[in-house]
T-cell receptor
Framework: GQNIDQPTEMTATEGAIVQINCTYQ??????LFWYQQHAGEAPTFLSY??LDGLEEKGRFSSFLSRSKGYSYLLLKELQMKDSASYLC??????????WGAGTKLIIKP | DADVTQTPRNRITKTGKRIMLECSQT?????MYWYRQDPGLGLRLIYY???????NKGEISDGYSVSRQAQAKFSLSLESAIPNQTALYFC?????????????FGPGTRLTVL
């Protein structure tokens, strides 16, 4: 079966750095997405990786290793507004998105 | 104005009632999706549509039906609502559905079935 694993919850301090991991087992691979979802709101797109390596976008970076079925989202200079759930999703061979359950990130002052 | 809108935003209904959730988009996208989100679970795909004439079942279509009335409108119906259909429902759209094609989500409908 298809499976996306990510930690349920993480806590970090304002101004610090946090890494959210995602491992996946899917039928085929056509890219990995990270979305941010604030409580009670819609998910919004953060990043897309299809090749191995690091993609940097401001304070956020996303890394992919296809051979290991592994990705991480790195958030730097954490701000209180970064408190949210972070969803990892993989596009499988049928171009369907398979979603992880999300990681709830709590930022403390 | 929001690109993807959903109505209603909140709905409380009783077991056995028929419910329709509506989604409209102004992004001009051909592809539209309905998901449900439950605490501790990932987004699960209910139905998706590649264009007005193409409707496909997703992972959890039982108990649901859809209608694509136009490119911009995609409705989800619960024929006879049951309590385990209590969830947050999202509509989403995308352009090509391939590669880096991002899905854009509506604000969600919180449905409670008593």
């Amino acid at each position: 079966g298809q499976n996306i694993d990510q930690p349920t919850e993480m806590t970090a301090t304002e101004g610090a750095i946090v890494q959210i991991n995602c491992t996946y087992q899917t039928s085929g691979f056509n890219g990995l997405f990270w979305y941010q979802q604030h409580a009670g709101e819609a998910p919004t797109f953060l990043s897309y990786n299809v090749l191995d390596g690091l993609e940097e976008k401001g304070r956020f970076s996303s890394f992919l290793s296809r051979s290991k079925g592994y990705s991480y989202l790195l958030l730097k200079e954490l701000q209180m507004k970064d408190s949210a759930s972070y969803l990892c999703a993989v596009m499988d061979s049928n171009y369907q998105l398979i979603w992880g359950a999300g990681t709830k990130l709590i930022i403390k002052p | 104005d929001a690109d993807v809108t959903q109505t209603p935003r909140n709905r409380i209904t009783k077991t056995g009632k028929r419910i329709m959730l509506e989604c409209s988009q102004t992004k001009g996208h051909d592809r539209m999706y309905w998901y449900r989100q439950d605490p501790g679970l990932g987004l699960r795909l209910i139905y998706y549509s590649f264009d007005v004439k193409d409707i496909n079942k997703g992972e959890i279509s039982d108990g649901y039906s859809v209608s694509r009335q136009a490119q911009a409108k995609f409705s989800l119906s619960l024929e006879s609502a049951i309590p385990n259909q209590t969830a947050l429902y999202f509509c989403a759209t995308s352009d090509t559905g391939q590669g880096a094609d991002t899905q854009y989500f509506g604000p969600g409908t919180r449905l409670t079935v008593l």
